[in-house]
């Protein structure tokens, strides 16, 4: 028999209503004659609520034990409903919190890792007949605490279930219909993709299309767990997150991914020598500062720039560590722009065609786009533009690939 992991996240089990309709969705699962385990978040805002009843007392960023108590009790609220909306339906249903199932993390309070899960137990509730409703975003360490798994955790849940128990697929049920192209919101004439390897959804998550927790889809990737991520609300096949092998006739560009987050710092003019580079990301690592895109030039005169982006929460911060090491090196000038954003075209079939690179700055350039950096790596090429060209610069990349929906035939897998 087949065995299929479920996950809903919020927006799917957000009221009363909802979870009867999750349950029925369930249910009609099950009567296609698969094993269901269910995960379940916690309904929508729930987990901010709580958060912010933390902050209430323990201002701006609570940490540690008690937050994991408090924040798993929201889908511990969530899986008993459903239970209940199951049971109400005839169907054998039991609800399993994170402990209780044997969810064995480390012991990093509000970011834990999964460790090991006790898939015997869960094997044995499915063969007596029992669809399992699991607690998503939590564990248990060695020393019994519970720990939850950083926000967006429930993805995790699922897909380390399904490692567990070997699923046939790991179907991720959220509010929208699968991954596409690009964010619809930007660019209207977006696609829905019907397949999408992990490694270029890793890197369409990391940029910033938050339709998976990205732990998920590596976790995914090392334990060859097929995702399918589909709406809760409308019928259709979603996208298949599966593996480079599976995808016939790969397109050269599968998506176009964008982050606004980013802010640029640069130092004009440091001496030109050894060790430079590191003196100058030296302390912005000590402060926790993580870096993204780096460009060093050319040295003239024996002096070199160095670029490098931020997030845009660090950017006063690194301003002023870039200031304090620049008195110790001696010379430079500090400067920056808050206001820039990365755009990447993803994609595997990259690897074997040239010519990419320049397509894209052609089309950027058409446009007047400005590129004030670029990066590479084997499926993505990335640019840092000013922000206020990010939608043009969405809808040209979009065009320029031919991304859109007319262009279905021609790139479907
Ligand atoms: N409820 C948690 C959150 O909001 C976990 C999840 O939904 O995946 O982050
Ligand atoms: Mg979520």
Redesign the pocket.
């Known amino acids: 028999m087949s065995l299929i992991v479920q996950k809903y996240?919020?927006t799917s089990v957000g009221s009363i209503e909802l979870i009867e309709r999750v349950a029925g969705k369930v249910i009609a699962t099950k009567e296609q004659g698969h094993q269901v385990v269910v995960v379940v978040?916690?309904m929508s805002g729930?987990?901010?609520r709580l958060v912010g009843l933390a902050n209430e007392i323990q201002g701006d960023a609570p940490r540690g034990r008690e937050l994991d108590v408090l924040?798993s009790t929201?889908?511990q609220v969530t899986i008993a409903l459903l239970a209940m909306a199951l049971q109400k339906r005839g169907c054998a249903a039991v609800s399993s919190t994170g402990r209780q199932l044997g969810i064995l993390t480390d012991n990093k309070f509000n970011k834990a890792r999964i460790k090991s899960i006790n898939g015997a137990r869960l094997k044995k509730s499915l063969d007596e007949g029992y669809v399992v409703v699991v607690a998503?975003?939590q564990g248990v360490d060695e020393e019994g605490n519970i720990t939850?798994?950083?926000?967006?955790?429930?993805?995790t849940t699922a897909v380390a279930l399904a490692a567990a128990v070997e699923a046939d697929e790991c179907q991720i049920y959220t509010d929208v219909d699968g991954v596409y192209t690009t964010d619809p919101r930007v660019e209207p004439n977006a696609r829905r993709l019907e397949r999408i390897t992990f490694e270029e959804m890793l890197e369409m998550a990391s940029l910033g299309s938050k339709v998976l927790?990205i732990r998920a889809v590596e976790f995914a990737g090392k334990y060859d767990v097929p995702i399918r991520v589909l709406s809760t609300f409308d019928e259709g096949p979603g996208t298949l997150i599966t593996f480079e092998e599976d995808v016939v006739e790969e397109p050269l560009v599968s998506g176009i991914a964008f982050n606004r987050d980013e802010a640029q710092l640069t130092v004009k003019g440091v001496p030109d020598r050894p060790g430079v580079a590191a003196h100058i990301l030296g302390p912005i690592a000590e402060e926790n500062i993580e870096v993204d895109m780096i460009v060093q030039n050319v040295g003239s005169d024996g002096t070199t720039d160095f670029t490098f982006t931020v997030h845009r929460n660090d950017y006063n911060k690194g301003l002023l560590v870039l200031e304090d090491t620049l008195k110790n090196i001696g010379g430079g000038q500090v400067g920056g722009d808050p206001h820039i954003v990365k755009l990447s075209l993803v994609g595997v079939g990259m690897r074997s065609h040239a010519g990419i690179a320049s397509r894209m700055f052609t089309a950027l350039a058409q446009e007047k786009i400005n590129i004030r950096m670029i990066s590479t790596s084997e499926i993505k090429i990335s640019v840092v533009i000013e922000e206020k060209y990010l939608e043009l610069g969405v809808r040209v990349l979009h065009e320029a690939f031919e991304l859109g929906q007319e262009n279905e035939e021609k790139n479907s897998g």
């Not at 939850?148 to 993805?155: I, N």
Request: net charge negative.
């Open positions: 996240g919020g978040s916690a729930e987990t901010n924040l929201g889908e998503g975003f939850t798994l950083g926000r967006g955790g429930s993805d927790q």
